[in-house]
């Protein structure tokens, strides 16, 4: 897939935010060496990089599914970089099986105010609980050490929490595609609504070619993007790396599609129907 010529946009500075997970630094790598852009580059926590968009503070950026929604009267969804899960999602985890006796009164870690997440376990929970926000990677050990009750993580911790002795306790991305036949918008990629309509259309096709790259590199650890993976990652070993790229880097990476737009609709609708 060639890259089409440059145009002038192209000389516009760029303040573009990802998160440091594999699937985002996996997706992103070629694209940020390969010069095409006068990147501004932030990497930075999901939760940090919604209160980024929230606060119009970058101009492309990585943003959990509820961000986008609540921002997107001055950002859009770029039909390429989305993470959209096929019958997987956040996991909801404990330290003993099932529930505690009282959801309302149980303490729900949740990584972050904005994150899709939170909106699943809203409305999978009837926002009962006494949620505490807290970063992703600080929810298992809070969990394990007895300071909260239930944990909903993402990223890799959905491949470690059985070495910290969690047990799970629901799929919240079985319970969505249960509820609605859709696969889960997790995240997407979202671009000012005022950058210049062929700035956004280049930056899209040229991180489309920039998935194609690494997919065809994807297996290859000694290949400089696993370098750049590892620099960013919570967990450093190649398998628990691949199993994550290979769950949240499919088709609807590559282009959303009919079924990806959809998936967006139907949670961005779902996010208008609810106060968390």
Partial sequence: MPLPPLCKERTVRIKLGISPCPNDTFIF???LNAGHFDIDLTIADI????????????????????????????????????AVGKN????????????????SEARIGIPGRHTAAHLLYGLYANNRGKKEFMPFNRIMPALSEGRIDLGVIIHEGRFTYKSCGLKEVADLGVWWEGQTGLPLPLGGIIARRSLPPNTISDFTAAL?????????????????????????????????????????????????????????????????????
């Fill in 208 to 276: 489309r070619l920039s998935i194609l790259k690494a997919s065809a590199e994807k297996g290859n650890s000694e290949a400089p993007l696993y370098n750049f993976i590892r620099q960013h990652a919570q967990e450093m070993e190649t398998e628990v790396l691949n199993r994550h790229i290979d769950l949240y880097v499919n088709e609807y990476s590559l282009s959303l599609g009919r079924d990806g737009n959809r998936a967006f609709e139907k949670l961005f609708s779902l996010g208008e129907g609810i106060s968390l």
């Fill in 88 to 103: 997987c999602g956040p996991l909801i985890v404990s330290r003993e099986e099932g529930y505690p006796a009282s959801l």
């Fill in 29 to 31: 790598y070629h694209l």
């Fill in 47 to 82: 939760e940090e990089l919604n209160g980024m968009a929230l606060r119009h503070g970058l101009d492309i950026t990585k943003a959990s599914s509820y961000a986008a929604y609540e921002v997107q009267d001055f950002y859009r969804l770029l039909d390429a970089g989305a």
